[in-house]
């Protein structure tokens, strides 16, 4: 299908660095620290758990040795990556949620198989007294490393920083706190966190796929993603139905299919270029962009790819936009902070994510920004 939007505005994302370099399988960057006798993996691993908040002055020497060991790891075009998650938030990716706030790389994350070394990394709220019998992970590869920022408490060089993050208090989020490290908390490991850039929604990948793992360290896949219908077809037999036992609503025996509605499709979109002329694009990463349909044109492949992500401003806060119906935003801070999440009256959704409804009239510079992708 062409694209035949005609939004309030657009305009182009400031440029950013890109990793020029394309992933193959087994070439992830390593994170790299400098171990020794004077320091130790433990000084390490303390330096990484040491909350940093943006407190206007220069870090000292072991803050800027932390955020080195940080940069080692990277994400790269075909870089392999997670996204942790409950039950209680299965239903709403099979509904057309998006990639969006905290994630891992899968080989930083290679040693936590089980749902019980997972859990700290869901980003959600766990019911009362739940037991972690088993735990949800929305697989993916990345399409490029312009849609992801290092949630640090301070810039670095010309990388972005989220310093609100790290200073929300308690009452206002959900999951652990935010280091401003660049590393999630954890008692035994080092595990880099990544964030989408500005928090905002990422297009899912084709071969996307959802798996749970289970108390006994079992991987099951459940669901893969096929772009083209934007579908989720259903993979396991009914062994596993017990494993959507906390999912609420969920119809365990069915695929799921997004709806054609206006407010069924996403704000955020990939669309490219094939012989000049502008279609909705998909991306199979690293190697694959091809224009967005059924039939033989899954095999034209495109000239120019970019992201596309409706934007606005409301009571002066630049947000996201994630959704819409009729005269209503559903609108996601793309920076929060405790005094942007109070004059908003924002929920936290998940970690990181605050989202509040807001109406179409008192919402200001409404457009969309397009991200390029080099080919």
């Known amino acids: 299908m062409r694209d035949t939007a005609s939004p309030p505005a657009r305009e182009m994302a400031p440029p950013r660095a890109v990793l ?10 390593p994170l790299l620290a400098p171990v020794t006798r004077q320091l130790s993996w433990e000084r390490v691993h303390e330096l990484s758990q040491t909350p940093r908040h943006h407190a206007g002055t220069g870090p000292d020497a072991e803050q800027r040795l932390i955020t080195r060991v940080r940069r080692t790891a990277t994400v790269q075009r075909g870089t392999r990556m997670k996204k942790i998650f409950t039950a209680a938030q299965l239903p709403g990716f099979l509904a057309g949620r998006l990639i969006s706030g905290f994630c891992y790389r899968s080989t930083d994350l290679a040693d936590l198989r089980t749902a019980a070394d997972l859990s700290i990394l869901t980003g959600a709220q766990p019911a009362p007294g739940a037991a972690h019998d088993v ?7 990345a399409t490029d490393p312009i849609d992801y920022d290092i949630p640090f408490a301070a810039p670095v060089d010309d990388l972005p920083a989220y310093p609100g993050l790290t200073n929300i208090p308690p009452h206002e989020r959900i999951g652990p706190p935010v280091l401003g490290t660049g590393f999630a908390p954890s008692r035994q490991h080092l595990i880099p966190e990544f964030v989408t850039t ?7 990948p084709a071969n996307s796929t959802i798996v749970a793992h289970t108390a006994a360290g079992d991987e099951v896949p459940l ?12 993979l396991f037999g009914p062994q596993w139905r017990n494993l959507l036992a906390g999912a609420p609503g969920l119809q365990i025996d069915q695929e799921y299919v997004a709806t054609n509605t206006d407010a069924a499709a996403p704000t955020t979109r990939l669309v490219g270029h094939f012989h000049g002329e502008l279609y ?7 190697h694959e962009f091809r224009v967005l349909a059924r039939g033989r044109a899954p095999h034209f492949l495109l000239e120019t790819l970019a992201r596309r992500t409706c934007r606005a401003t409301w009571r002066g806060v630049p947000c996201t936009v994630v959704r819409t119906e009729g005269d209503w935003l559903r609108l996601r801070i793309s920076h929060p902070d405790a005094q942007s999440i109070l004059d ?13 409804w807001a109406p179409l009239s008192e919402c200001a510079d409404l457009h969309e920004t ?6």
């Open 223 to 234: 669901y893969s993603y096929l772009p083209e219908q934007r579908a989720w077809l259903r």
């Open 135 to 141: 735990v949800f992970v929305l697989r993916w590869r």
């Open 344 to 356: 908003l009256g924002a929920q936290c959704v998940e970690r990181g994510i605050y989202e509040v």
């Open 370 to 375: 397009e991200t390029p992708y080099p080919l």
């Open 280 to 286: 909705d694009a998909l991306a199979d990463p690293p």
């Open 198 to 204: 500005d928090l905002a929604d990422l297009p899912l």
């Open 20 to 29: 020029p370099h394309v992933l193959d399988d087994n070439d992830d960057t």
